[in-house]
């Protein structure tokens, strides 16, 4: 199963859409597996837009959340953070995105948190199930298998979205956040802001469902890629965030609200099996992962979205 990383968020324009005319607009991940932003074409244009189906969709916050930060405190500032993209008010063309357009509802798109699980490796698992896990990575920016993920210095968080490349319909989201204290200070609180995790997350939550990067004249988006220390205005999606988000999930859609991801957990999941578990790919005590008929594993790609990275001269972190 192919398997790409964007730092800290990378999102493309679906095909049926096409890329925004309009030089200055959001972007949205794509079923394309080469594409690679530039300046002159930020958004892909000729790959399927990635989306959730269902109208609800379960995360997972792994239970021993962070040295830096406690698990009641992550499940809040999660919550939070998913909250502030299905609560913002659509315009009737999100296409369009002209300023002030707002009104037509909220987007057909919110994330529950469905308690905190043992699982701690973010893998898909083809022949198993799946959860939506959200993972701090205090020690070592590593994957699964221990080979070292790049920048581990300079790297904030990163999403790795599932999908079926034929449909582009989302099987799976696994968020790491670099919580290494010898990294980055994650800082929760409104004042002695360092590196702020509800800006961290609300730009990973956006790769999540299945936004990119904006383009480069939005550098006031939320999921513009890049952050400075000390920042909190990503905490809030901007007109460019709300346009982008309301035009995958529209106030129109007509879709179910199945939010329970985990039917079926294995008894497992009180601690992480063994790799001869896993089907090969993934932890078994995570859920019935979601596959779209006859299309079968085959179908499915991984994607990286979001890892955040930092000069350490500047104290700059940006989304590559």
Same mark, same amino acid.
């Given at each position: 199963?192919?398997?790409?990383?964007?730092?800290?968020?990378?999102?493309?324009?679906?095909?049926?859409?096409?890329?925004?005319?309009?030089?200055?607009?959001?972007?949205r991940t794509t079923t394309s597996q080469t594409f690679t932003p530039t300046t002159a074409k930020p958004c892909d244009d000729?790959?399927?837009?990635?989306?959730?189906?269902?109208?609800?969709?379960?995360?997972?916050?792994?239970?021993?959340?962070?040295?830096?930060?406690?698990?009641?405190?992550?499940?809040?500032?999660?919550?939070?953070?998913?909250?502030? *993209?299905?609560?913002?008010?659509?315009?009737?063309?999100?296409?369009?995105?002209?300023?002030?357009?707002?009104?037509?509802?909220?987007? /057909? &798109?919110?994330?529950?948190?469905?308690?905190?699980?043992?699982?701690?490796?973010?893998?898909?698992?083809?022949?198993?199930?799946?959860?939506?896990?959200?993972?701090?990575?205090?020690?070592? *920016?590593?994957?699964?298998? =221990?080979?070292?993920?790049?920048?581990?210095?300079? /790297?904030?968080?990163?999403?790795?979205?599932?999908?079926?490349?034929?449909?582009?319909? &989302?099987?799976? !989201?696994?968020?790491?956040?670099?919580?290494?204290?010898?990294?980055?200070? &994650?800082?929760?609180? @409104?004042?002695?802001?360092?590196? @702020?995790?509800?800006?961290?997350?609300?730009?990973?939550?956006?790769?999540?469902?299945?936004?990119?990067?904006?383009?480069?004249?939005? /550098?006031?988006?939320?999921?513009?890629? %890049?952050?400075?220390?000390?920042?909190?205005?990503?905490?809030?999606?901007?007109?460019?965030?709300?346009?982008?988000?309301?035009?995958?999930?529209?106030?129109?859609?007509?879709?179910?609200?199945?939010?329970?991801?985990?039917?079926?957990?294995?008894?497992?999941?009180?601690?992480?099996?063994?790799?001869? !578990?896993?089907?090969?790919?993934?932890?078994?005590?995570?859920?019935?992962? %979601?596959?779209?008929?006859?299309? =079968? !594993?085959?179908?499915?790609?991984? &994607?990286?979205?979001?890892?955040?990275?930092?000069? !350490? /001269?500047?104290? %700059?972190?940006? *989304?590559?």
């Open positions: 199963m192919p398997r790409s990383r964007h730092l800290l968020g990378a999102a493309a324009l679906a095909a049926a859409l096409a890329a925004a005319a309009d030089a200055d607009a959001w972007c000729e790959g399927l837009a990635l989306y959730w189906a269902s109208r609800c969709v379960g995360y997972d916050v792994q239970q021993d959340a962070s040295v830096q930060v406690d698990l009641a405190t992550a499940r809040a500032v999660m919550a939070e953070a998913f909250a502030a *993209w299905s609560n913002v008010d659509c315009p009737a063309d999100p296409l369009a995105c002209a300023a002030g357009d707002r009104g037509a509802g909220k987007p /057909t &798109i919110e994330a529950h948190d469905l308690g905190p699980v043992a699982c701690a490796c973010a893998e898909y698992n083809k022949l198993g199930g799946n959860s939506n896990t959200i993972i701090f990575l205090d020690h070592a *920016w590593v994957n699964c298998d =221990g080979t070292p993920k790049p920048d581990a210095d300079v /790297t904030l968080a990163l999403t790795t979205v599932t999908y079926n490349v034929q449909t582009g319909e &989302i099987y799976d !989201a696994d968020m790491e956040i670099n919580s290494n204290p010898a990294n980055a200070k &994650i800082t929760t609180s @409104d004042t002695g802001v360092v590196y @702020d995790l509800r800006s961290i997350v609300t730009h990973e939550a956006g790769h999540f469902l299945g936004l990119a990067h904006t383009q480069p004249s939005h /550098t006031d988006a939320t999921m513009f890629p %890049r952050y400075d220390q000390g920042e909190t205005s990503m905490r809030v999606p901007k007109q460019d965030d709300v346009c982008g988000i309301c035009a995958a999930y529209p106030p129109t859609r007509v879709a179910a609200c199945d939010d329970q991801p985990r039917r079926g957990l294995s008894s497992t999941c009180s601690a992480d099996p063994p790799a001869s !578990a896993a089907s090969g790919n993934g932890c078994r005590c995570e859920a019935p992962g %979601r596959r779209g008929g006859s299309a =079968g !594993a085959s179908l499915a790609a991984t &994607i990286g979205l979001g890892a955040l990275a930092a000069c !350490a /001269t500047a104290r %700059r972190r940006r *989304w590559r």
